[in-house]
């Protein structure tokens, strides 16, 4: 029996050490093919649009409540020490710094990564990444690297765009709920903002951006078994991206502080 | 004349885990030769094809072609030597994402320094030559038949005039006039081209039609091989149960005592 155990601890650690050589080979073929020509840009445009202006609404949408909901929290917050004037910001550093990139990256995974990881494991299953292969086309290099190139590229662009909704959305609650004058509350926000407060923020956006695809194209590139084990890569692809998204993020944290 | 085989397969051995799938297979395809490998569900033949196309690595054996060995081949270069490899997959394997133009004039848009609309034009010609319209070319393929779907993707195997041709199980899931449609464009086309075919199939009839040789692969290994006139006369009694499509024989089909208890 204890030897059962011991043997079920050894196969996960095996399987674990196995699932990560296979990640860290992907991830090492599709970042070499993104820096290796030919590059196929018309590709590339083509998941730049699908990553980053659809993914628009959602971004939005999600900021502005995240900036509003966190305008309320902390004036409840601070007015226990008559601390209300710390209000903006602290929205501006908090979205900025943490929940635009964060909660974008998580809204983004959800929407893209289950996208890729279903379009691509339906390739593998029906043969369609077979017949690139046999029309001379590396399916790394078409299928890939054009999407770890956007996803890499549109995140900081969209993370940019919710800092400024989430800000708005601060904005709105504070001055028509909250009653805090206009001017007072957009000086005050610019006021403390810092360019590294922005930096680090767009930072993290990239790095989950490259997450995000790679967990796409990884789960979708590795799928088997048909519908089910197309829907197994999905669920896979956002679990695993969510996941390694709330640990880079602790990781650049970690070194924007360090610096 | 060379007598270099176009494809020639020596002692080919590939596992999934404790299961032998090709247990030493040996194979010759003489240039401008039509080969049929034939073979029962789970016989290996699919399996047979993915090495040759190096979708699939060997754990032992060679395979060349033309005289070049290609496991372990570098990507760069089989990516080279792909440009002469057309394929036909069982369900054609046409891509969703993009028309049935650009799905033919996929591989003429790579390599060769055209534009769109020469593509196009290039890919109607192609379509014309598997009895298909203009009228298909905006078409996503999602939207066609079966027995459309596979002359799409007849189209765009030979699009690029390959020197060798390669079709998985061609009438698979198709009628038999259909199956038989089919058949008859893959001669014509593989005539016109002059080129070397190998058909990977279970369907007799067609294995007839195409093919120049049949082998035939049971248990991982090539049992038997010779020319289609000679195939009812082999002598190999798996051979025979085979063609004659017989549940009784030296062929061990998995859960057939079961299924019949």
Redesign the interface.
């Known amino acids: 029996m204890r030897w059962n155990f011991l043997a079920l601890i050894g196969r996960v650690v095996l399987a674990f050490l196995a699932t990560a050589g296979r990640l860290a080979i992907f991830t090492a073929t599709g970042v070499q093919h993104c820096f290796l020509p030919p590059w196929y840009f018309r590709l590339i445009g083509r998941q730049m649009m699908s990553i980053g202006y659809y993914s628009l609404p959602v971004i939005g949408l999600t900021a502005f409540f995240t900036g509003a909901v966190l305008a309320l929290q902390i004036f409840i917050g601070s007015s226990r020490f008559n601390a209300e004037s710390a209000v903006a910001t602290i929205v501006v550093i908090g979205i900025t710094r943490e929940l635009g990139p964060v909660i974008g990256g998580l809204m983004v995974a959800g929407r893209v990564s289950a996208a890729m990881a279903a379009e691509i494991g ?2 593998r299953v ?3 990444i ?2 690139l ?6 399916p790394f290099k078409y299928l890939v690297a054009p999407r770890l190139i956007a996803a890499t590229l549109m995140m900081p662009l969209l993370v940019l765009v919710a800092d400024i909704i989430g800000v708005f959305g601060g904005y709105a609650v504070s001055t028509t709920k909250l009653n805090f004058n206009a001017g007072m509350y957009l000086k005050r926000t610019f006021e403390f903002l810092e360019f590294e407060d922005v930096a680090s923020g767009l930072v993290k956006a990239a790095v989950f951006g490259f997450l995000i695809a790679l967990m796409g194209c990884y789960h979708g590139f590795n799928s088997s078994g048909g519908a089910q084990g197309v829907g197994r890569a999905t669920t896979n692809a956002v679990v695993s991206a969510s996941i390694l998204i709330l640990t880079a993020n602790y990781l650049v944290t970690e070194l924007f502080f360090a610096t | 004349m060379s007598t270099e085989p176009k494809i020639s397969l020596r002692g080919v051995v590939k596992r999934f885990g404790p299961k032998v799938v090709l247990n030493g297979i040996d194979l010759d395809v003489a240039t401008g030769e039509s080969v049929a490998i034939i073979g029962g569900s789970g016989s290996g033949k699919s399996v047979t094809l993915k090495c040759i196309l190096g979708l699939m690595a060997p754990e032992e054996g060679s395979i060349k072609i033309d005289g070049i060995e290609t496991v372990r081949m570098a990507t760069g270069e089989r990516d080279r030597l792909m440009r002469q490899v057309g394929m036909l997959f069982q369900h054609a394997a046409l891509f969703d994402s993009l028309s049935v133009w650009e799905n033919v004039a996929f591989a003429l848009r790579l390599y060769s320094n055209i534009d769109k609309q020469e593509a196009r034009q290039q890919a109607i010609e192609k379509l014309a030559q598997v009895g298909l319209g203009e009228e298909v070319c905006d078409i996503n393929p999602a939207e066609l038949s079966g027995g459309m779907r596979k002359r799409v993707g007849l189209a765009r195997a030979i699009a690029t005039e390959p020197a060798l041709v390669f079709f998985d199980e061609p009438t698979t899931g198709l009628d038999p006039i259909m199956g038989d449609i089919i058949d008859q464009l893959i001669v014509k086309c593989v005539k016109e081209l002059g080129a070397t075919a190998l058909t990977i199939t279970h369907d007799m009839d067609s294995a007839r039609t195409i093919a120049d040789r049949i082998a035939m692969i049971y248990e991982g290994k090539i049992v038997w091989a010779g020319p289609v006139s000679e195939i009812d006369h082999s002598g190999n009694p798996i051979v025979e149960q085979f063609i004659e499509g017989r549940v009784d024989g030296p062929i061990e089909i998995e859960g057939r005592k079961r299924a019949l208890a």
């Not at chain 1, 292969?133 to 590396?138: A, E, G």
Request: charged share 15%.
């Open positions: 339906t390739m029906t043969e369609q077979d017949a292969t046999t029309l001379s086309t590396n």
